[in-house]
């Protein structure tokens, strides 16, 4: 009698929901950049004709179409805040925000929010930065890592200020932004890492390999290849624990261990046959990593300025015309 | 082969949104409004609970967030089924199976006898619900009467995931402010900043006296008094019976009482049930029995068998509704007291639960945000029930 | 001295024959029965003494047909025919070089092109032209491509090790169920007669009502594993069966037995999940060192449950595979 019952991890919102093959990830990210545009160029139409400039309005389409990001751009750009998140992440453990051990899940999951987001969504309507904050924010709540939301904006104002300028990043900045992103992630908040599979493992290779030392290095290096492993798409193919397990051969082959002992001893052969070719898939994404360069992020950060859609963009006139339609009290923002 | 269609989340919000239509409120609170509301196009009767989010000073409270958090992730016969969210301007909207009453209204209801047999089902069916979440490493945080739902067809589940959040990882420290204060487990009560799932088998315990006794086991009337409760109710332990207790941060002296003979106050209760009750209300959280143990006890193979969920006892609906009534008349005046502040205290995650709000939402439908499942005393003895909030 | 890999270790007999004779010392295999005859790539035999005798010093030409020959080149037959052994011996050698998969091509067409060119290489060795030509173009592509190849042949090696351990454990497997199969029925054959023969035994001896014994006689079977608990029930049905038909008649107050048997097996514990599978050891060298302080013991946050927690993660869906794709377009 075989057992028909599901494993507990199924049931889990990330495997039921954020699951895709390469192929069908990209078609997703394609048609939503298409659509994108597509609104793009309507909401500059929609605010032409709220414009008093008809000439300026012609320019701006123009500009706009010049301008227009292609999905790999898009990718681009977002990479560039995913890598953003660490560096925050380190300045809110400084200022004792976040504790030491809080740092990698709230990490972890506000990247994996801000991936999930833009698989709903295009960065024409939603500029990376912005939404960065907002993911982060929202992780540090999801991880019972509750930071207050002035404690939070503070030493982003710092740092606005140091850098010569006033203190522009508001709470509503954040705030405003926190339904539109629980929207877009359908309101799943359960993220899972691959931090805690590695550690499991650590445990349980300590019975097969022979030099405890080198074990406990190897491990230690993978958590540098599990935090590169956040930037790629991984997570929306593999479950965490195989890509624990594939940062760990990464680490251990670093440091010339064999891992292979454990794997074979341990698991029935038949199926091993297909996580080898996943692990080696796994290895594979994660040494290839591109990460976005600074210049080529400003570059493309700079394109988005004239292509961001006004529909959605509080500074815009159509956005405050359409505000004060719905006869709301309209959003007043002095930031950028 | 059909090409991929753009998805926005906004739309996918507001076609989850068309899909419900709200029918008439079944009860409010400052915390969340709720709704009996229907599935448009297959007639399923659900609960909608509308959370206010507007004023909450550091945006989407907490309790929401776990809340939704836990119930996304759980799918269990005997745990409440989170069928939808959605979110309509800034109010987010949980959509619940309906669940007309609950454990607490049962237990009050003088009109319902209970039988040995329906004690066992309840126990069985809450445990189970219980032993799914423990299993996925997530901790309930708010056991008690009036958070274990019962549906139409007599299932028991457990509901109001606002203080849930997950275990396991031992260097993520949690408040001991938790849970509701008759069902707190000692090791809560004495400041322990990380734990198990031992607290909730705390809790069932007392849920599983409360059901032998018909009123609560220990009740105390304020946090301190609340272990001196417990240790008349069943000897103070000793540093013997539970290793380390002293270590904990408020483990200070007490009085020593002697261990009471169970029996004398439960009478009726066969053996096996007071066994493994006593079981679940070991001091030592180590020797506590878990879930799954609990259900492996003999005390739910042995005869009677459980009754049917079917077959059990339910009150009738304008008995339901007149104890609800009763909740929220209580409850009203002091909500209007309190100021709505932010309440999270400062290193830890305990967002301010309004533990006002949901009595009468809990009576009548999909757990609301409740607060303390009084005794039979007057009114300021409810009050006193509800955990302050952190200063 | 066989060239050939894989024919030394599935242990093919080399060929040889009665007449066997070197044509160069004329020494016989019916005066010397372990002479090993080689083959060189030009065809000419000789015995492996010769071999070394003439080519130990390094490239010499052979003494047949005075083609340029080299020590290894010299290989035990395995084949009658020699062309067809000289044959699989070149594709062999090829393969150890050219192991690209389909995979690692972007397109099946590119793969096609590859092999194709594998081929007409192999063709020009066999046929003997321009062999030196050949074999640079051999040689560049293995220094070109050597990672490439590395990898290939550990994933190879890796696979033939897979499909090694497969079969041994399906067949430890097979045998392992059989042995169990076997003891199951022979223990059902005997708490089957066992059973019986003590209730007739009470029937007939005993002074009690019928009724009353079959009653009290509850038969409890063992309780052994899960898998036996099928077995047990048919057992036990059959045994109730048997009480029936003995208490047919006596007595109506069989309402109580009914409700019993009607619930039937009930497991309080029952999940709608399968549960977890790990191997938790005793003992661990463990990173965090939180376990020091008294206080988390105090609270029943035990070593045990820290290791559980860990180690359900590293196995959780450790084995599932990833969406495929519905619609797999071949492009040709």
Known sequence: MSSEKPPLFKQTSQYRDWRFTPESLAQQRAANNKKGIERVLQGLREEAQVDDDPSMSETRINEAKNNLLTPSEELELVDYYLQMVHVYALTYKRNGLLKPDAVNNVKATAINFIKRFYIHNVVFDYPPKSIMLTCFYLATKVENAFVKIDDFIRPLQSAEMKRGGKAQTKNEDILDLEFVVIQSLQFELAAHHPYRPAYGFYLDMQAYIEDKGLLKEVYEK???????????????????????????????????????????????????????????????????????????????????????????NPNSKLYKKKVADQGEVPYQSDSE | MTATEAVFGEDINKETESLYKKQRKLGEGTYAVVYQGQHIKTGRTVAIKKIKVGNMRSGLDMSA???????????????????????????????????????????????????????????????????HCHKCWLLHRDLKPNNLLIASDGQLKLADFGLARDFGDVKRAMTSNTVTRWYRA??????????????DIWAMGCIFAELLLRAPYLPGDSDIEQLTTIFKARGTPTEEEWPGMSKLPAGFKFDKYPRPQFSDLFQGASEDALVLMNLMLTFNPTNRISAGDALRHPYFSNMPRPTKPAKLSRPKKEQAAEIAADGEMANNEDSRKRQFKDAFSDDDVFGSRPMIAGQANNATAAGGGGGGGGGDGPANKRMDMRISSPA | MSILPTAAKQEIPAFFSQDDSCPQCKSHRYLNSSMKLLVGPCYDKMCEGCVHRIFDAGPAPCPECGRILRKNEFYQQVFEDVTVENEVRIRARMATAYNKRQTDFKTLKDYNDYLEMVEDLTMKLLSGEDTDLIEEIIEKYKRENKALIESNLTKQQREEKIQRMILNQEKSKRQQMREEYLKQLAEEEREKTEAKNSLINALATSDKSAKEIIKTRTVQLKKSSLSNRNSNRRAQLEIEALLKSATEGLDDDDEEMAEDVDDGPFDPSESPYEPAKITLREKYDDPTPVFRQGNLAAAGVTREIHYRYLLEGAMAGLFELPLADKTDEASN
């Open chain 1, 222 to 312: 993978t958590q540098s290849y599990i935090d590169q492993s956040l930037y790629t798409d991984l997570v929306f193919f593999y479950q965490p624990s195989q890509i624990a397990l594939g940062a760990f051969k990464l680490a251990a082959k670093d440091k010339d261990l064999d891992i292979d002992p454990y794997l074979t001893q341990c698991f029935e052969a038949r199926l091993l046959e297909s996580l080898y070719t996943i692990l080696d898939d796994i290895q594979d994404i994660v040494s290839n990593r591109n990460p976005t360069a600074v210049d080529k992020a400003r570059e493309i950060d700079r394109k988005l300025i004239l292509c961001r859609n006004p529909e959605k």
């Open chain 2, 65 to 131: 967030i776990r809340e939704v958090k836990a119930l996304q992730e759980l799918r269990h016969p005997n745990v409440i089924e989170l069928v939808d969210v959605f979110s309509h301007k800034t109010n987010l909207n949980l959509v619940l199976e309906y669940l007309d009453t609950d454990l607490e209204i049962v237990i009050k209801e003088k009109n319902l006898v209970f039988m040995p047999a329906d004690i066992k089902s309840w126990m069985m069916m809450a445990l189970r619900g219980l032993d």
């Open chain 2, 186 to 199: 000692p090791e809560l009560l004495l400041g322990a900043t990380n734990y198990t799932g031992a607290i």
